[in-house]
Nanobody, 128 residues
């Protein structure tokens, strides 16, 4: 059983920065792509960013491109989301998730349904 634990959320003013972390249990972290999603109150969960198992490929939603950076440290079983220039509309619960297995070092799941393990989420609140 894989466990994902997010941390690093909090309250920040618009224009500020936060760095989220997601620590994974198990010995197979480096075999899977990882993603970050978010869910704002009253809205559906949406994709934010993803990174391939090797870290060599990343993908972002247009709403965060240029402001957020996803990275991973396979030696520490951890994926990160550096969030800069935060906006009030970034306010949400942020979740990390593990993608389905692929032998490719550069594979990134194309649909939310292809992520099979999820963390409990961490709240990010951006004040105006």
């Amino acid at each position: 059983q894989v466990q994902l634990v997010e941390s690093g959320g909090g309250l920040v003013q618009a224009g500020g920065s936060l760095r989220l972390s997601c620590a994974a249990s198990g010995r197979t972290f480096s075999s899977y792509a990882m993603g970050w999603f978010r869910q704002a109150p009253g809205k559906e969960r949406e994709f934010v960013a993803a990174i391939s198992r090797s870290g060599g490929k990343t993908y972002y939603d247009d709403s965060v491109k240029g402001r957020f950076t996803i990275s991973r440290d396979n030696a520490k079983n951890t994926v990160y989301l550096q969030m800069n220039s935060l906006k009030p509309e970034d306010t949400a619960v942020y979740y990390c998730a593990r993608g389905d297995y692929s032998g490719s070092l550069y594979y990134i799941p194309g649909r939310e349904a292809l992520y099979d393990y999820w963390g409990q989420g961490t709240q990010v609140t951006v004040s105006s």
